[in-house]
């Protein structure tokens, strides 16, 4: 089963499902990323930050190689990390995760954050994290303003680098900043979004502006607490959630689905991974309209468990950058 698609407004199809990147182990990820095109997947959500990208590049081209799919059937997407937000420090960059993917251009590149910190060359250390040295606590900002990175951004379309361009962790006033002066719109806003997060008023904003939402984490906690995020330990488990467990039960559907599918229902894409094939196929079916309807009493109560939880804050595992104040 393939995923039904959207139309962007650069005018490109992108898949409404698709498999992200983060957390991905090296040593499986051209495997994983293999199943998944196996399964039916064609969206690939990468960056430079998950430090995998010659790997899921592997699994592309064994894909490719084996005749399942053609370039031209995939969607990869792919971010700018914050060390290289310098106008001259864009291009280079894209260039190198091309390379590292060995692809000739991402169907859609991202401002992973709006946060500039000082270049640290590929050759020092790649991929750079958050910190300016790997001896040292220290976060070094840039004077990058964010203006000046989205014009070298939209000098990748006329490059043939980035066939769409987007953005990422950006809140509202700082979307409506971008689009007073973007001679390209952003295609699309990924955002942290699940059923304790589920910022209605930045998705309304973004399709009214016609800017498609793409979620992460669109299980909560879950992927948090392996870091030892507080915030996630503390937090329980949407798939235990009663609520959540209720409407699958009562839809015979898992609660990765029925979380899903709630924000497919709400126009919002999604980008869940899996290492079971089972559960590949599960995620790519339950998400996609016409595998299974919500109720629209269903999404209320979903949309209800809302605490404005957010995991992915660098304020709690950084004790800096409050970009989300």
């Known amino acids: 089963m393939a995923s039904p698609t959207i139309k962007l407004n650069s005018g490109h199809q992108m898949p409404v499902v698709g498999f992200g990147l983060w957390k991905v182990n090296n040593d499986t990820c051209a495997d994983q990323v293999y199943a998944a095109i196996k399964a039916g997947y064609r969206l690939f959500d990468g960056a430079c930050d998950y430090g995998n990208e010659v790997e899921a590049g592997q699994g592309i081209a064994r894909a490719i190689n084996d005749g399942l799919v053609k370039r031209s059937d995939l969607f990869l997407v792919s971010k700018l990390w914050n060390s290289f937000h310098g106008p001259d420090e864009v291009g280079p960059i894209c260039r190198k995760q091309l390379s590292d993917w060995n692809i000739d251009y991402f169907d859609l590149y991202l401002i992973h954050f709006p946060i500039a910190l000082a270049y640290v060359p590929p050759s020092t250390r790649y991929p750079p994290g958050w910190y300016f040295n790997d001896t040292t606590n220290e976060i070094r900002t840039a004077p990058h303003s964010t203006q000046q990175t989205w014009s070298a951004m939209e000098s990748l379309v006329p490059a043939g680098l980035a066939r769409s361009i987007g953005v990422s962790n950006f809140a509202g006033a700082l979307l409506m900043d971008l689009l007073r002066y973007a001679k390209i719109r952003p295609a699309t806003l990924q955002i942290e979004h699940h059923p304790y997060l589920t910022q209605p008023e930045l998705v309304t904003l973004a399709h009214r502006e016609g800017i498609a939402v793409t979620a992460y984490s669109s299980f909560g906690p879950l992927s948090f607490r392996e870091l030892d995020i507080k915030k996630a330990v503390d937090a329980p488990l949407l798939f235990e959630n009663p609520i959540v467990r209720k409407i699958a039960d009562k839809h015979g559907k898992s609660p990765a689905q029925v979380l899903l599918r709630w924000a497919t229902q709400r126009g919002v894409c999604v980008i869940p991974k899996s290492n079971d094939p089972a559960r590949l196929r599960q995620n790519l079916e339950g998400a996609a309209a016409g595998g299974f309807e919500l109720a629209a009493e269903e999404l ?26």
Do not use: V, W
Not at 300 to 324: A, W
């Open 300 to 325: 209320k109560e979903l949309s209800g468990l809302d605490r404005g939880l957010r995991f992915n804050n660098p304020m709690d595992y950084l004790g800096e950058l409050p970009i989300f104040a």
